[in-house]
C-alpha cells in the first residue's frame, strides 16, 4: 500500500509536499536559478518563479521601503553636523513706549524701549560645535543600521527562494507521485482484466478474480488524493508568486538533482561569511556599541555658537538702511552636574544591550552549525536512499516481468503479480522523493549558508 499522506507530512522540509513532471535523473538536466524570461505565466522555470515572488511578494517590498527610510534616517543624523539657518519676521503693537524730545531723538544715549509698531526681519545661523558625540554616534549608528536593514532584505529575499523552491519541487514531486499512482492502477486494471478473461475459460480461479478486483479499487482513491495533492500544491504555489488561481501553471524543469560534493567546514565557514542574520548580529553588536557613545553624550560638556543679523523699525517701508540693523555673536556652554542619575542609567541599559548582543551572535554561531550539519546529514542519506532506489528499480521491473509470466504459465500465483507491482511503484516512489529529499536538503544548506542563485549569477556576470 502506497501512503500518498505522507506527501504532506512526512518528510523533514516538506511544509507542503507533492508533485510534478516525468522524472528524470540527469545532471544536465539540473536547473538552478536564471534571470526572468519573457515568458508565460502558465509556462515557468523554477527561475522564473523566484523571480515573479520577488516582484510580487509583499514582505519583500515592506523590507525595501525599509532601506529606503534607513537612507534618510542617515541625512537626518548628518544634519547635526551641520548649521541651522533660519529666516525671521514678526510685528508687535506697543502700548507704550519712551519718548525722547526731539533735541534728544538723534543723540545716542544707550538705550532704546522699541517702537509702537515694531516691525522685525533677521537671519540667524546657529550652530552645535560639541555635543559630548551624541551626533558622532548617532550618524554612525544610521549608517550601521541601513547596512542592517539591507542585510534584513537580502535574508526575506532568501526566505522567498526557499520557499518558492520547496513549492516547485514539491510540486514536481506530486506530479511523479500522480505519474506513478496512475501507472500502478493502469497495470492493476491490466491484470485484473486478464485474470478475468482466465477465469471465464476456468484457468484462473474465483479468488484471484475477487483479489484483483479489490486491489484495482484499493488503488483508485490513492491516484483520486495524488491528483487533489497536485491541485493543492499547485494553488500554494500560485498564490506563493501572486498568480491569480485560475490561471493554468506548467513547470518546465524536472525532478532532476544534481550530486554537490560535501564539506561541512567549508558550508560552515561560508554561512558564518555569508549568512544575513549573522551579519544582522555583527551589525546589531556595533550599533549597541554606539548606543553606549550616545547615552554618555549626556554627561560631557555642550557648545553652541549662534551668529544672527536683524532689522528692526516703525515703519516697513523704511526698514532696511544701516540705523535699523543690528547684528549679534555668542556661544553657549553647558555643563551637566546633575540630571537625577537618568545619563548613568542610559548607560547602563545601553551596556546591558551591548552584552546581549554578543550572547546572541554566540547562540545564532551554535544554531547555524547545527542547521550545516543537518544540511550535510539529510544530503547524505537522500544520495543513498537514491543509488539504493535506482540500483532497485531494474530489479523490480524484472521481477514483475517474471511474476507476469510465471503466472501466464500457471507456475506462479495471483499474489506474486500484485506485490511485485506495488514493490516497483514503491521503489519508483521512493527514488522521486529521494530526488526531492536531496533537493531540498540543498536549497535548506543554500539558505543556511546565505547563498542565492540570483546573487551568484549576478558575481559570475561581474567576473
Avoid at 523554477?46 to 542617515?74: P, R
Wanted: with cysteine.
Amino acid at each position: 500500500m502506497i501512503y500518498w499522506h505522507k506527501i504532506l507530512i512526512a518528510k523533514k522540509y516538506r511544509v507542503i509536499a507533492a508533485a510534478a513532471v516525468f522524472l528524470g535523473i540527469s545532471p544536465a538536466a539540473y536547473c538552478v536559478c536564471g534571470q526572468m524570461k519573457e515568458a508565460s505565466l502558465e509556462h515557468i522555470s523554477l527561475g522564473d518563479a523566484i523571480a515573479i515572488a520577488f516582484k510580487n511578494n509583499m514582505s519583500i517590498q515592506i523590507l525595501e521601503h525599509d532601506v529606503a527610510a534607513a537612507k534618510s534616517v542617515i541625512t537626518q543624523a548628518q544634519s547635526g553636523h551641520l548649521p541651522g539657518i533660519n529666516v525671521s519676521a514678526g510685528y508687535t503693537r506697543n502700548g507704550s513706549v519712551l519718548n525722547f524730545p526731539a533735541s534728544q531723538s538723534k543723540k545716542d544715549i544707550g538705550i532704546f524701549s522699541g517702537y509702537k509698531n515694531d516691525n522685525r526681519v533677521g537671519i540667524s545661523l546657529d550652530e552645535s560645535i560639541y555635543d559630548g558625540g551624541a551626533t558622532i554616534a548617532g550618524v554612525s549608528q544610521a549608517q550601521l543600521k541601513l547596512r542592517a536593514a539591507q542585510e534584513s532584505l537580502r535574508a526575506g529575499r532568501l526566505d522567498v527562494e526557499f520557499s518558492v523552491k520547496r513549492l516547485y519541487y514539491g510540486l514536481l514531486l506530486a506530479y511523479e507521485t500522480e505519474r506513478i499512482a496512475q501507472e500502478l492502477l493502469r497495470q492493476a486494471q491490466s491484470h485484473y482484466e486478464e485474470v478475468e478473461m482466465r477465469f471465464a475459460q476456468g484457468e484462473s480461479s474465483k479468488f484471484d478474480l475477487l483479489q484483483s478486483k479489490v486491489q484495482v479499487s484499493k488503488l483508485t482513491p490513492e491516484l483520486i488524493r495524488a491528483k487533489n495533492a497536485v491541485d493543492l500544491i499547485s494553488a500554494e504555489l500560485k498564490k506563493a508568486l501572486g498568480i491569480k488561481q485560475r490561471n493554468s501553471l506548467v513547470l518546465t524543469d524536472t525532478l532532476a538533482y544534481r550530486l554537490i560534493e560535501i564539506s561541512e567546514e567549508e558550508f560552515l565557514q561560508s554561512a558564518y561569511l555569508n549568512k544575513p542574520e549573522m551579519a544582522l548580529v555583527s551589525l546589531g553588536i556595533d550599533i549597541r556599541k554606539w548606543s553606549i557613545q550616545m547615552a554618555k553624550a549626556g554627561m560631557r560638556p555642550q557648545v553652541f555658537a549662534g551668529l544672527g543679523y536683524s532689522f528692526r523699525s516703525n515703519n516697513p517701508a523704511n526698514m532696511f538702511n544701516g540705523r535699523h540693523s543690528n547684528w549679534n555673536a555668542g556661544f553657549t556652554v553647558t555643563i551637566p552636574i546633575f540630571d537625577g542619575f537618568s545619563t548613568k542609567a542610559k548607560v547602563d541599559e545601553a551596556g546591558q544591550r551591548y552584552a546581549q548582543a554578543n550572547l546572541e551572535k554566540e547562540n545564532l554561531g551554535e544554531q547555524i552549525a547545527v542547521d550545516i550539519r543537518q544540511a550535510c546529514l539529510d544530503l547524505r542519506q537522500a544520495e543513498a536512499i537514491i543509488t539504493s532506489s535506482k540500483d532497485t528499480i531494474g530489479e523490480a521491473k524484472e521481477a514483475l516481468k517474471i511474476s507476469e509470466i510465471s503466472y501466464d504459465n500457471g507456475e506462479g500465483t495471483n499474489l506474486d503479480v500484485l506485490d511485485a507491482q506495488v514493490s516497483l511503484s514503491q521503489v519508483e516512489k521512493n527514488l522521486s522523493e529521494g530526488v526531492y529529499d536531496y533537493l531540498i536538503a540543498n536549497a535548506f544548506l543554500d539558505r543556511s549558508m546565505g547563498k542565492s542563485c540570483f546573487e551568484e549569477e549576478e558575481n559570475e556576470k561581474k567576473d
